[in-house]
């Protein structure tokens, strides 16, 4: 089964323990916490403080996506009070160690590549990490238009994960919508993010059903 992550970037931050809430009644899979700095992504977005705070506030796993030039920075501090942390490879001199510090603190480590970023920079980290996320958009912004070429980079991803036998869940996060979620899905995506789609749809658990339904195709 596909599994569905609501990313709170496009939430009413007013509201943020509603919006949380409406995301978990829809049956959402997990909440996706984007962080940003300033410096690796032009823009700010939550710190460590919203990713503790979402995290006691709803029974769903939480994943933090990172986009800071420092990870390493962070994960001591945010690692032992989320489920999940995706670090940017384009970050991270020693993969290895920053795996290891996510592991050490009880979380499950993904590493996430930008649009442009080939497959083959982490090709060897494979057998160490939970998943894979795509950037299907240049991280930064919510509501941006997917990369068409992302579609080729999911397909040989997979091709390489399967080939390997690797057990590693390919994650796609920007620009996905009812039209792009099946087809990234085609290509071999496992879980998909969303951030506009959901919060900007209207109707939440509408939103959540008619990606789901988009995506039914896949049952396993
Ligand atoms: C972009 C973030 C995404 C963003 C997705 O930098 O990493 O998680 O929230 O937003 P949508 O789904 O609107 O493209
Ligand atoms: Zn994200």
Redesign the pocket.
Known sequence: MVKIGA?I??ANYGYLKEEVKKVEKAGVDFI?I?M?DGHF?P?ISMGIGIAKYVKNITSLPTEV?L?VENPNMFIPILAEDVDMISFHIETCRFPFRTINLIKEKGSKPIVALNPSTPINSIEYILDEVYGVLV??????????K?IPQMLRKIEKLRKLIDKEGHNVQIFV?????LETAPKVVEAGADVL??????F?YGDVGEAVRKLREAVKFRQQ
């Open positions: 990313s970037l496009s996706h984007d940003m992504v823009n996506h986009m950037m299907t958009v240049e991280p930064g912004f919510a509501g941006q997917f996060d920007g620009g996905i919508n993010i969303s951030a506009s789609a959901i900007n």
